[in-house]
């Protein structure tokens, strides 16, 4: 796991440790030393630590006048032990919708387990979003089957096409115009 870097091909158009707005401000990453971990597995030192003890993120891009922005994620997210999406919502998504932000695209193909629990905090968030979504992208069958499980498919759009975006060669923009064209079409 130590190898898995956050996407790093829009480096040149956003770094979030250098945007003010971002929660991730000022955020210093190592460029050597392996600190973080998931269980007894190092993960690079790219991934941003937000609290949770088994899932690690980065703020790939934000856009303030669309209001969108792309997270990754690798890890464990366990509402079960953890209380993952409290940590989440309240100290990385609340302080990012406070800037405008009301779209959310998660990348989750480095996303190895979902634990879910209640859906207190989802539900809080997904009334707060208004006109907002949060998409999913490209993360496992098994993560998928158990949101479906805690119809947290309720508050996220996924399938379909977003489980399989080959993303990693496209801007941001391209990937924003995708992924809000596909929200359109289950939304309008």
């Given amino acids: 796991m130590h190898t898995l870097e956050p996407h790093f091909n829009w480096r040149h158009l956003y770094i979030a440790s250098e945007d003010e707005r971002s929660p991730f401000y000022g955020y210093q990453n190592s460029e050597v030393y392996f600190t973080d971990k998931i269980y007894d597995h190092i993960i690079h030192p790219q991934w941003d630590n937000f609290g949770a003890e088994t899932l690690f993120l980065k703020q790939l891009y934000a856009d303030y006048e669309e209001g969108y922005t792309v997270l990754e994620f690798i890890g464990e997210w366990n509402d079960v032990l953890h209380n993952d999406i409290m940590t989440l919502k309240r100290d990385v998504l609340e302080p990012i919708m406070q800037e405008g932000i009301q779209h959310f695209i998660f990348i989750g193909e480095?996303?190895?387990?979902?634990?879910?629990?209640?859906?207190?905090?989802?539900?809080?968030?997904?009334?707060?979003?208004?006109?907002?979504?949060?998409?999913?992208?490209?993360?496992?069958?098994?993560?998928?089957?158990?949101?479906?499980?805690?119809?947290?498919?309720?508050?996220?759009?996924?399938?379909?096409?977003?489980?399989?975006?080959?993303?990693?060669t496209w801007s941001p923009k391209k990937l924003w115009r995708k992924v809000q064209e596909l929200v359109s079409r289950r939304l309008y």
Wanted: hydrophobic share 40%.
């Fill in 110 to 168: 480095n996303l190895l387990n979902f634990h879910a629990d209640e859906t207190d905090y989802y539900e809080e968030w997904f009334d707060e979003l208004e006109e907002g979504w949060v998409a999913l992208i490209n993360c496992r069958p098994h993560v998928l089957q158990e949101l479906k499980d805690y119809y947290l498919d309720a508050y996220f759009l996924f399938g379909g096409e977003l489980d399989d975006l080959e993303w990693h």
